[in-house]
T-cell receptor, first 116, second 113 residues
Framework: DQQVKQNSPSLSVQEGRISILNCDYT??????FLWYKKYPAEGPTFLIS?????DKNEDGRFTVFLNKSAKHLSLHIVPSQPGDSAVYFC???????????????FGQGTILTVHP | KAGVTQTPRYLIKTRGQQVTLSCSPI?????VSWYQQTPGQGLQFLFE???????NKGNFPGRFSGRQFSNSRSEMNVSTLELGDSALYLC????????????FGPGTRLTVL
């Protein structure tokens, strides 16, 4: 039962253009969402997060959009740079209650390649 | 501030053995979560410790266990290793609140032969 899905295994974009990475979730109890970037042989690096009370959050070149009714979030990177090439994971955490602490549910990841 | 550190970085074991992995969180962080990453299953939550207590647990067999010390450092142990336990084991630390960001270490690559 995959509660967080990233349906695109890979995405290729040109330097300077926009990269849009998508993520869908099924569990309506998720109320906090995060994006991580991962290079080979390294741990995931936190990029940006969004609470379910918001529909948009920006941090520099990164913007995350949340559509709760569609249970969909997306990460926009503008402009894309070759150094952004990595695997991107979306992750979600659940509602209040002891069992939600410390647990992130991850999507399968999308490999982003930014060409010079 | 120093990041999350994990030791060892690489480990090779044989079936039936046991292994202990270590994680030192960011200074001031009291929560440590453990994850297993495999090509087939992706990143899966193992368990989380806060103030030396296991606060949350994923769907892994009892062969996987952990503990946390008073300085917030954490260890995880896998007993009776199976070939399928070969994976990248990641730990992440946070302050400990529900929406506090988790920061990951570089991982320990475990290979079971």
């Amino acid at each position: 039962d995959q509660q967080v899905k990233q349906n695109s295994p890979s995405l290729s974009v040109q330097e300077g253009r926009i990269s849009i990475l998508n993520c869908d979730y099924t569990n309506s109890m998720f109320d906090y969402f995060l994006w991580y970037k991962k290079y080979p042989a390294e741990g995931p690096t936190f990029l940006i997060s969004i609470s379910s009370i918001k529909d948009k959050n920006e941090d520099g070149r990164f913007t995350v959009f949340l559509n709760k009714s569609a249970k969909h979030l997306s990460l926009h990177i503008v402009p894309s740079q070759p150094g952004d090439s990595a695997v991107y994971f979306c992750a979600a955490s659940g509602m209040a209650g002891g069992t939600s602490y410390g647990k992130l549910t991850f999507g399968q990841g999308t490999i982003l390649t930014v060409h010079p | 501030k120093a990041g999350v550190t994990q030791t060892p970085r690489y480990l090779i074991k044989t079936r039936g053995q046991q292994v202990t992995l270590s994680c030192s969180p960011i200074s001031g962080h009291r929560s440590v979560s453990w994850y297993q990453q495999t090509p087939g299953q992706g990143l899966q939550f193992l368990f989380e410790y806060f103030s030396e207590t296991q606060r949350n647990k994923g769907n892994f067999p009892g062969r996987f266990s952990g503990r946390q010390f008073s300085n917030s450092r954490s260890e995880m142990n896998v007993s009776t290793l199976e070939l399928g336990d070969s994976a990248l084991y990641l730990c992440a630390s946070s302050i400990g609140g529900r929406h506090d960001t988790q920061y990951f270490g570089p991982g320990t690559r475990l290979t079971v032969l």
